[in-house]
Each structure stands twice: as structure tokens, then as C-alpha cells.
């Protein structure tokens, strides 16, 4: 079973740029880490989790899908050989404060990226990223 670990969340200043990275390791036997679509979701207080951005897992031509309200702001990168996936966030606002979990799901489509957090079966523990006015 896939272990996901999140990592570089932490406080900043609105305006300013984040990335987040999601290290994976311990794959369901007969599987890499370039057999899972992986994505960022987030639950800000109060609020339900959200979808952020998901990305496909071929490592060549990857497909991504963004949220409307982070798009044109956040960028997402995989490295299949060092088993990680980043989320660059720019511009952040007070709003994108929250929990940011990474999850990820095996596919056989190597073009696929969801938006549906019904499809993701691992999922991190989160980091909370915090965006000060």
C-alpha cells in the first residue's frame, strides 16, 4: 500500500510563492510510483476538502487539471524516478490557507488526471500551509 508524505508547508505572506512536495514509497506489489495519478486536495477550516490540481501519471507528457481558483496560480511537476510530486503555488491569497493532502490512485491510462476525490485511494497527512494579509 502507497505511503504518501506531504512536505514545505508552513506560514506566508500573501503575494509570495510555496511549494509543496509529496514523497511516496511502499507500492502495492508490482507497481511504481508511474503507475498512480497522483493530485493535491486541501480542507480549510470549517470548510469541506476541496480539489486543488491532479496530475496523470505518464512521467513524458503529463496532464494536469486545476481548480478554477487556483488555476494560473499553481503548477504541478512529477519526478517518477525520484517517486515525488510538487505543487508550486504563486500569488497565494488568505484564502488558499488550509490543509493540503496529497492522494493518488493506480490507473492503467497514463494520460488521466481527476478532479474526483471519490477515484483517490492513498492519501497523506497533510501540511498546513498558512497565508498571512
Known amino acids: 500500500q502507497v505511503r504518501l508524505v506531504e512536505s514545505g508547508g508552513g506560514l506566508v505572506q500573501a503575494g509570495t510563492s510555496l511549494t509543496l512536495s509529496c514523497k511516496a514509497s511502499g507500492y502495492t506489489e508490482g507497481y511504481t510510483f508511474s503507475s498512480y495519478a497522483t493530485g493535491w486536495f486541501r480542507q480549510a477550516p470549517g470548510k469541506e476538502r476541496e480539489f486543488v490540481g491532479g496530475i496523470s501519471r505518464a512521467g513524458g507528457q503529463t496532464q494536469t487539471k486545476f481548480a478554477a481558483s487556483v488555476k494560473g496560480r499553481f503548477t504541478l511537476s512529477r519526478d517518477n524516478a525520484l ?51
Open 83 to 133: 517517486n515525488t510530486v510538487s505543487l508550486q503555488m504563486s500569488s497565494l491569497k488568505p484564502e488558499d490557507t488550509a490543509v493540503y493532502y496529497c492522494a493518488a490512485f493506480i490507473t492503467h491510462s497514463p494520460y488521466y488526471a481527476s478532479d474526483d476525490a471519490r477515484e483517490y485511494d492513498y492519501w497523506g497527512q497533510g501540511t498546513q500551509v498558512t497565508v498571512s494579509s
